[in-house]
């Protein structure tokens, strides 16, 4: 089964844009695997927009430009699997990309069989330029063309949250759906981008994941995606421990060649990776939520094996002292249990707290922990 638990990869379009080719791409497929990416659960290199000619071969299939991709696509799917890694590739349901390059529109079942034959595994399809107001249709077209193709293929829509993506994705094949617009490498697109997706979480789960879009971590302003400096560190723990909470596919976008040692230590955290591919895939609870009359947002998830991932977002500007009584959550506070709690960054058991949990956390930063309900004296 694909998609069991939130796709996990990296993708060129944050960094790269347009300026894609064979060597950075074969670069990033080494560090991914070299610098413990593909370790850490990193498995899909993606090639996003901009990979092909402007034009269809005589037989109207899609081909690599000859600049950028001198030896072809196959050549370097070969390279990707050749390290361990799966292979995906970006086309659109429009007869054109959002970059102007040729779409699938019309072509689908075709370009599905070419996309089999080079050994893709991973489909990013993109949202522009389909003739009719609704494209539900386009994707489930999509979704069979690559069922068809003999190669088992992971279906990554991108349409942006368009036409209540959540309710319908799951039933047309789609195994994670874009359901905002694109990212940009600051604390508050990382703010609203995950804000507008809590109340559609629920719909969240094994097999079709929300996708919120790729990771701008470690960018620091650089890139396709990036404004002015970017994020500090703590907006990008804060942003990645989100990702992982609310089971968002993590694709990173960053450059893996320049990364700083407190981006790799980020985005290969092995607990927030633990609760991003939970095997239970639960979506969380909002015990608190900064969108009403709090100013900080608390969440909850139940996780397999009887474990929780509790976790206190601050997005202002001050620091924060924040308490979640064990009663918003249901539990009296003579009922006998407390929690045996875990810090997920700095890996310290913290024993076990009774009635309440109370933490600081920094301006624009987040505490994440992992829990055991224990009976308690
Ligand atoms: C859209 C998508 C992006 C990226 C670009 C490529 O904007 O949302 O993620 O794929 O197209 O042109």
Known sequence: MLAKTPPMGWNSWNTFGEKINEQTIMEMADFMVDKGFLKAGYEYLVIDDCWSEKQRDKKGNLVADHEKFPNGMKYVADYVHAKGLKFGIYSCCGPLTC??????????????KFFAEIGVDFLKYDNCYHPSASNKLGYNR?????????????????NWGNEKVWEWARSRGIHMY??????????????????????????????????????VVGMKGKGNVGIESGCTDAQYRYHFAMWCMFMSPLMIGCDLRTISDETHALLTNKELIAINQDEEARPPIFVRDNRGQHDNTICFRHLANGEYAIAFFNPSDKDKHIMLPYYEIGLDPLCGYGFKI????????????????????????????????????
């Open 142 to 158: 999509m979704a069979m063309a690559l069922k068809a193709s003999g190669r088992e293929i992971l279906f990554s829509a991108c």
């Open 342 to 377: 875990r810090d997920c960054f700095t890996g310290k058991n913290l024993g076990v707290h009774k009635e309440f949990f109370d933490v600081k956390v920094a301006a624009g930063d987040c505490r994440v922990f992992r829990a055991q309900l224990v009976k308690a004296k």
């Open 178 to 215: 874009r359901s905002t617009g694109d990212i940009f490498d600051s604390f508050e697109s990382i703010c609203r981008l995950s804000e507008s997706q809590k109340p559609n979480l629920g719909y969240s789960g094994t097999g079709c994941f929300n996708d919120i879009d790729m990771l």
């Open 99 to 112: 970059a102007g390059y040729p779409g699938s529109f019309g072509h689908e079942f075709q370009d599905a």
